[in-house]
């Protein structure tokens, strides 16, 4: 059995790579036991800690230790639990909490951490991320069955143990991190920590919790404020959505691209996302709290205001310019053209228009047409001189188009967008009124697409028509000047990256797809608050069934309220049925049910051969 100094780094990684060298794989075999939890031991230890909350902490742990259990993966005869097999973390992990204080730990916990992860890695085929979650959920077991053991610091663990069962989302370990991180140094004293769930969330994945952390420094006491995203899910099918791409996107957003561009001198262009401080892959994003710091959601149904428009564009601007310059470095770097879908293809892979989802989200999509067919339905009045039958003819082959016009372009130019700039994305801090300043949040759909994606969707999703019709143009100018301001500032020429004809070529080419994106959100999103919080957030079973299982009862409700139905129609009649009349680069042709189809074909060719345009359009018309 490995033994070593106490609190000396040096004996508890020779203990530790001792150990691993030693061990070897065990299937399950006759004369080993599997582990199990004693539930006995954690009632013992754990006297005055509500005895029910207890046992769901316990019967989690269980279960999700038993998932691993049964799999067979990674398991070892235990030097610590005689004829048991345990996942091969766990005597490193016991090693490390029963030769070590907090003290110790709060300096040392992360890199002793990643040599446990080195040490198995020179053995096994070892995933980084399932490494991670296995140790998470190892660490409260590990702690409980060491507090018995002769050289554990008691009080520490006992102590230690009762906060994870307050806040079992989290291990204090994690909370030495997210401080060390925030104030650039570990030479701090942790006083308490606490964990406050965010019951407004606006349709998004995952859970939130706000984190307030009391330290000491210095002997000054000092309270720091977090946001903490949890991106597993409550129910099983969602947290499969989350896994299989939202979570892989925002989790590569903030953890790798974000750092590459510090990395490259560019931390000048990261002042529209909030800072992050700590990060597990499919666990946890721990950030800034903006609300702390004044900044405040809006409502989704909120029409912004053109202050909100305009600073928001700016913040569009400035991470659209980080993708256009990190490309200009990463091309020089390596002497011929970079794009960043080469470098990082997997994580910009689209997970919402794309022919080939699953599960909740390919039963979402399905849901989203039928409900943008069935509100054209709810009014006849704006028509016009088409019929039902053709105007959903036409929102039908527009919504097919919108999962081409959200792929990488061979035209206008691209970079990683947003990919869902709709209100409940952005975070905004105001001052007697006027917008100061706001930060994007939730990158959850990054694509790699025309610029322009983010851009119109965001005016068109989120302003009236009174706003557009006056400040349309104004509004790409501000967002032209900003994003080429930029550029300039890092000695790139805007007109060989994108030239303004380019970029308003691209615009009308990505009207459709915002409109239609827009019409995608909004009979949801146009819900009341309150209609939205008692229908959609109160009662799971609800939610189901109006969001799944009946959505035609939903709008059948909402549209009961005057606001969101005169919102409805405007939109429709003034936006999504007339929009083509507007596109410079549409050929309209009036009476025919065929002008809205033509809009999708023109923006692509439009530079390539305007002979080939006039083909394509004598080819549709004599269909």
Same mark, same amino acid.
């Given at each position: 059995?490995?033994?070593?100094?106490?609190?000396?780094l040096?004996?508890?990684?020779?203990?530790?790579?001792?150990?691993?060298?030693?061990?070897?794989? +065990?299937?399950?075999?006759?004369?080993?036991?599997?582990?199990?939890?004693?539930?006995?031991?954690?009632?013992?230890?754990?006297?005055?800690?509500?005895?029910?909350?207890? +046992?769901?902490?316990?019967?989690?742990?269980?279960?999700?230790?038993?998932?691993?259990?049964?799999?067979?993966?990674?398991l070892?005869?235990?030097?610590?639990?005689?004829?048991? !097999?345990?996942?091969?973390?766990?005597?490193?992990?016991?090693? !490390?909490?029963?030769?070590?204080?907090?003290?110790?730990?709060?300096?040392?916990?992360?890199?002793?951490?990643?040599?446990?992860?080195?040490?198995?890695?020179?053995?096994?085929p070892?995933?980084?991320?399932?490494?991670?979650?296995?140790?998470?959920?190892?660490?409260?077991?590990v702690?409980?069955?060491?507090?018995d053991?002769?050289?554990?610091?008691?009080?520490?663990?006992?102590?230690?143990?009762?906060?994870?069962? !307050?806040?079992?989302?989290i291990?204090?370990?994690?909370?030495y991190?997210?401080?060390?991180?925030?104030?650039?140094?570990?030479?701090?004293?942790?006083?308490?920590?606490?964990?406050? @769930?965010?019951?407004?969330?606006?349709?998004?994945?995952?859970?939130?919790?706000?984190?307030?952390?009391?330290?000491?420094?210095?002997?000054?006491?000092?309270?720091?404020?977090?946001?903490?995203?949890?991106?597993?899910?409550?129910?099983?099918?969602?947290?499969?959505?989350?896994?299989?791409? @939202?979570?892989?996107?925002?989790?590569?957003?903030?953890?790798?691209?974000?750092?590459?561009?510090?990395?490259?001198?560019?931390?000048?262009?990261?002042?529209?996302?909030?800072?992050?401080?700590?990060?597990?892959?499919?666990?946890?994003?721990?950030?800034?709290?903006?609300?702390?710091?004044?900044?405040?959601?809006?409502?989704?149904?909120?029409?912004?205001?053109?202050?909100?428009?305009?600073?928001?564009?700016?913040?569009?601007?400035?991470?659209?310019?980080?993708?256009?310059?990190?490309?200009?470095?990463?091309?020089?770097k390596?002497?011929?053209?970079?794009?960043?879908?080469?470098?990082?293809?997997?994580?910009?892979?689209?997970?919402?228009?794309?022919?080939?989802?699953?599960?909740?989200?390919?039963?979402?999509l399905?849901?989203a047409?039928?409900?943008?067919?069935?509100?054209?339905?709810?009014?006849?009045?704006?028509?016009?001189?088409f019929?039902?039958? +053709?105007?959903?003819?036409?929102?039908?082959?527009?919504?097919?188009?919108?999962?081409?016009?959200?792929?990488?372009?061979?035209?206008?130019?691209?970079?990683?967008?947003?990919?869902?700039?709709?209100?409940?994305?952005?975070?905004?801090?105001?001052?007697?009124?006027?917008?100061?300043?706001?930060?994007?949040?939730?990158?959850?759909?990054?694509?790699?697409?025309?610029?322009?994606?983010?851009?119109?969707?965001?005016?068109?999703?989120?302003?009236?028509?009174?706003?557009?019709?006056?400040?349309?143009?104004?509004?790409?100018?501000?967002?032209?000047?900003?994003?080429?301001?930029?550029?300039?500032?890092?000695?790139?020429?805007?007109?060989?990256?994108? @030239?303004?004809?380019?970029?308003?070529?691209?615009?009308?080419?990505?009207?459709?797809?915002?409109?239609? +994106?827009?019409?995608?959100?909004? @009979?949801?999103?146009?819900?009341?608050?309150?209609?939205?919080?008692?229908?959609?957030?109160?009662?799971?079973?609800?939610?189901?069934?109006?969001?799944?299982?009946?959505?035609?009862? !939903?709008?059948?409700?909402?549209?009961?309220?005057?606001?969101?139905?005169?919102r409805?129609?405007?939109f429709?009649?003034?936006i999504?049925?007339?929009?083509?009349?507007?596109?410079?680069?549409?050929?309209?042709?009036?009476?025919?049910?065929?002008?809205?189809?033509?809009?999708?074909?023109?923006?692509?060719?439009?530079?390539?051969?305007?002979?080939?345009?006039?083909?394509?359009?004598?080819v549709?018309?004599?269909?």
């Amino acid at each position: 059995m490995s033994q070593c100094s106490f609190n000396d780094l040096f004996h508890v990684k020779s203990a530790i790579k001792s150990l691993l060298l030693e061990q070897q794989l +065990q299937d399950k075999a006759d004369g080993f036991l599997l582990y199990v939890i004693d539930e006995n031991k954690w009632k013992n230890h754990f006297t005055e800690f509500d005895e029910e909350a207890l +046992q769901e902490n316990v019967k989690h742990l269980q279960e999700s230790l038993g998932d691993i259990l049964d799999s067979g993966d990674g398991l070892v005869a235990s030097q610590y639990q005689k004829h048991v !097999l345990v996942p091969v973390e766990y005597d490193a992990l016991f090693i !490390l909490f029963s030769s070590t204080n907090e003290t110790f730990r709060q300096k040392h916990y992360r890199q002793l951490l990643e040599h446990i992860f080195q040490c198995l890695a020179e053995k096994y085929p070892v995933d980084k991320v399932s490494f991670e979650n296995r140790v998470k959920l190892l660490i409260p077991i590990v702690k409980c069955d060491v507090i018995d053991h002769p050289t554990t610091e008691n009080s520490e663990i006992l102590k230690n143990l009762n906060m994870f069962l !307050l806040y079992p989302r989290i291990n204090q370990e994690d909370i030495y991190e997210i401080v060390t991180s925030k104030l650039g140094s570990d030479r701090f004293s942790l006083t308490s920590y606490q964990l406050t @769930p965010l019951v407004a969330k606006n349709g998004h994945l995952g859970d939130y919790y706000t984190i307030t952390i009391d330290v000491a420094v210095e002997a000054r006491s000092q309270t720091l404020n977090f946001f903490a995203k949890f991106v597993t899910a409550r129910t099983e099918s969602l947290k499969k959505v989350v896994e299989s791409g @939202p979570s892989k996107k925002e989790e590569f957003f903030y953890i790798q691209y974000l750092s590459v561009l510090r990395e490259y001198g560019l931390e000048n262009l990261q002042n529209f996302v909030a800072q992050c401080y700590f990060s597990t892959q499919n666990d946890v994003l721990v950030l800034d709290n903006l609300t702390e710091m004044g900044f405040e959601g809006y409502p989704p149904n909120t029409s912004l205001g053109i202050d909100v428009i305009i600073t928001g564009l700016r913040k569009i601007a400035a991470f659209h310019a980080s993708s256009l310059i990190l490309e200009d470095i990463l091309t020089k770097k390596n002497g011929t053209t970079t794009t960043l879908s080469q470098v990082y293809g997997e994580y910009l892979e689209e997970v919402l228009f794309t022919h080939h989802s699953e599960g909740l989200t390919r039963i979402s999509l399905k849901i989203a047409l039928e409900t943008m067919l069935y509100v054209l339905e709810k009014f006849p009045e704006v028509y016009g001189e088409f019929t039902l039958e +053709q105007l959903q003819k036409k929102m039908k082959f527009g919504w097919n188009l919108i999962f081409e016009k959200t792929k990488e372009s061979k035209v206008y130019t691209n970079v990683i967008c947003h990919g869902d700039m709709h209100v409940s994305n952005i975070l905004v801090k105001s001052t007697d009124g006027r917008c100061e300043d706001i930060k994007l949040v939730d990158f959850q759909i990054l694509r790699y697409c025309p610029l322009t994606q983010d851009v119109v969707f965001f005016i068109v999703q989120n302003t009236n028509k009174a706003t557009r019709d006056q400040y349309f143009s104004t509004f790409l100018d501000q967002y032209y000047t900003e994003l080429t301001q930029h550029l300039r500032g890092h000695g790139i020429n805007p007109d060989k990256v994108i @030239p303004k004809d380019n970029l308003l070529e691209s615009v009308n080419y990505m009207k459709s797809e915002a409109v239609l +994106q827009a019409l995608y959100y909004s @009979p949801v999103l146009l819900i009341g608050p309150e209609m939205r919080r008692d229908i959609l957030f109160k009662d799971q079973k609800k939610a189901q069934y109006y969001m799944y299982e009946n959505r035609r009862a !939903l709008i059948d409700l909402a549209l009961e309220d005057g606001v969101y139905k005169s919102r409805l129609r405007l939109f429709l009649s003034k936006i999504s049925l007339n929009y083509v009349k507007r596109d410079s680069h549409v050929l309209t042709v009036k009476r025919s049910p065929l002008n809205f189809d033509l809009q999708f074909f023109v923006g692509e060719l439009w530079n390539k051969s305007r002979f080939f345009l006039r083909v394509i359009v004598t080819v549709k018309f004599k269909e």
